[in-house]
Every structure is written in C-alpha cells, then in structure tokens.
C-alpha cells in the first residue's frame, strides 16, 4: 500500500517537472511567433503609410504647382495690335500682351485672327502668373461694349425739373443741380416701395433716386419718393 501510494507521488512529481520543463520551450516559441507577426504587422502598416505619405505629396505638389501658377484676368480696350502683340488701355495706363500660337482669340464664341480685332473694342484676357512672376495670356475674348459694371448712382435730393425723358435734381447739401435720363425701364415707387405712376410727382419733391452711368450719363433706374403723396404735395 505504502509503495503505492510512493509510486504515485513519484509519477506525479515527475509529471509536474516534465509540464514545467515544456512550458519553457513553448512559450518561447509562442513569443517568437508573436514577435514574428508584430514585425510583420509594422513592416505591413510601414508600408501603407509610406504609400500614403506619397499619395499625399502628389497633392501636395499638384496644389503647390496651381499655386504657382496662378489664374489672373484683367479687362481693358483695344489700342493697338500686331501679329505679335495687343495693346490695351487698362484704367488709364497701357499694357501690352504678348501674343503667339499659344493665346486663344474669341469674339462671339467663335475663333478669330489678330487681323479681326477691331480698335475700340473690348477685351477680357485671362491667364496664368509663372514661376518669374510674369503673366502670361492663355485666352482673349473680344466685345463691343465693356464687360465692366456700370458705376453705381444713389442719391437723395429735391426734383427741381421734371421732364418726358429726364430730371432736374439737387442732392441733398449740395448746391449743383444734376440733370439725369429717364429710360423705359425706369421705375417709380411711392414712400412704401410700391409701384406708382410718373404723374405721382411734382417739382420739389423729396426722392430717392437709383440708376447708373454709362457713357458720361446718369440713367435713372428706380425713383421713389421719400414722405407719403399728401406731404409732397403740401
């Protein structure tokens, strides 16, 4: 009985040391693998990084290169042209554009030739600024009026003149009376902005007058009155 019970424990203790002696080995195997897969992992997410950090820089540069290259656009009238050249006035001062086989000339949405461009008229010139800071014209478009908005005009005042296509008016703190023009399209307003008719105002009433400038003239777009009918009247 008692040698039994030895030989037990014996098998016993000789299983524990034999589980403890393997654990060792295993383990470390097992810490070899996973050191194995964590290198590979990184080396993995290196990769896809780098890949991104190069996708990255492409957009990068290609920014940098519009920046570079910046659109710009001017507007002016036609002074002068060559085969070679055009010659603008550009609020006052005269610039000249290059011109070559690369300079895209349009009128009406169509092509044309130096030979086409006619002395007076309009041009929008779009382009781009080099890396030497020069610009450089890609595309010309010509027109007969200018693409420039017309100045605005505001004013309030006292009508002293009223006429079938125009109207004498003095602008409030100023001596100098204005004659401005009246066009079909001008719009007559009472002191709440709704419409009336011409026949609702008389001479020194007091108005708000809107429109814009073109060629040297005042055009009257909207006028409206500034107290309520019964007071103008007065």
């Known amino acids: 009985m008692k040698n039994t019970l030895r030989q037990k424990i014996l098998l016993s203790t000789v299983l524990s040391l034999f589980m403890l002696l393997l654990s060792h080995p295993v383990t470390a195997i097992l810490a070899q693998e996973a050191a194995e897969d964590n290198q590979e992992t990184t080396e993995s997410l290196r990769e896809r990084i780098q890949n991104i950090v190069e996708q990255q820089k492409e957009k990068v540069q290609s920014v940098l290169g519009e920046i ?8 002016g ?30 009128r009406s949405e169509a092509a044309i030739k130096t030979e086409n461009i006619e002395i007076g008229s309009w041009a929008e010139v779009l382009g781009i600024v080099d890396n030497n800071d020069s610009f450089v014209a890609k595309k010309i478009t010509f027109s007969t009026t200018s693409p420039l908005p017309k100045p605005h005009f505001v004013a309030l005042g006292t009508l002293k003149t009223i006429k079938a296509s125009s109207l004498d008016f003095q602008p409030r703190g100023q001596e100098t009376v204005l ?34 400038q073109q060629d040297g003239d005042t055009l009257i777009t909207v006028v409206r009155s500034l107290a309520p009918a019964t007071e103008n009247e007065q």
């Open 68 to 75: 570079s290259n910046q659109r710009r656009g001017f507007v």
């Open 77 to 106: 009238q036609v002074v002068r042209v060559s085969e070679t050249t055009l010659g603008l006035d550009v609020r006052g001062a005269t610039r000249i554009v290059p011109l070559d086989e690369t300079v895209t000339l349009m």
């Open 179 to 212: 004659t401005v023009e009246l066009t079909r399209n001008t719009v007559y307003q009472d002191n709440t902005g709704e419409e009336t008719d011409s026949d609702e105002f008389v001479e020194d009433d007091q108005v708000l007058l809107v429109g814009y």
